[in-house]
């Protein structure tokens, strides 16, 4: 069993520090982003990007397979959830190189942790996802940190979905 988890995790995502790919889709991460090991086996891909603070943003990619993690609408729900009173909401689907996209971004309280774990509030936190509704299924992106970091490096995580889908 552990060695097909592996097998379906290496055919998902090939990964070193500036190139990986996911569900078909290659990726190029942004200069400055450093590249960890994913803590789960649901992240397929795990960055941090840091701020000139010192503090980090956290951006992790997700892929279940066709059909998999429910639809766009539920897991931007899930996501904006994430938040203790979410402030500045915004959603905006585009096309990418013929595929959809769908952004969401929002501030607030985040609760970090993990799904039906203790959830930590940090304050003066951002979001901004991307979920890509690729020919494989949706691959899910998530950025989360101070508010700051996340602005920083917005354009970034954009630049870089764009590029591989084009």
Do not use: C, H
Request: charged share 20%.
């Amino acid at each position: 069993m552990l060695a097909g988890t592996l097998l379906a995790w290496f055919s998902a995502i090939s990964a070193n520090a500036e190139n990986f790919s996911v569900a078909g889709y290659a990726f190029s991460s942004p200069t400055g982003w450093k590249a960890s090991p994913p803590s789960s086996s649901m992240r397929k891909a795990q960055f941090l990007a840091s701020g000139k603070d010192g503090k980090s943003a956290e951006i992790v990619f997700f892929y279940f397979g066709a059909g998999g993690a429910g639809g766009v609408k539920a897991n931007i729900d899930r996501w904006m959830g994430q938040f203790k009173n979410a402030e500045n909401k915004k959603v905006e689907g585009k096309k990418v190189g013929g595929i959809k996209v769908t952004y969401a971004r929002a501030t607030g309280t985040f609760m970090s942790g993990r799904p039906f774990g203790t959830k930590v509030p940090k304050e003066g936190y951002a979001l901004l996802g991307a979920i890509i509704e690729g020919k494989q299924g949706a691959i899910f992106v998530k950025m989360t940190g101070p508010e700051a970091v996340v602005e920083a490096n917005a354009d970034k995580m954009r630049a870089m979905v764009a590029g591989a889908l084009k």
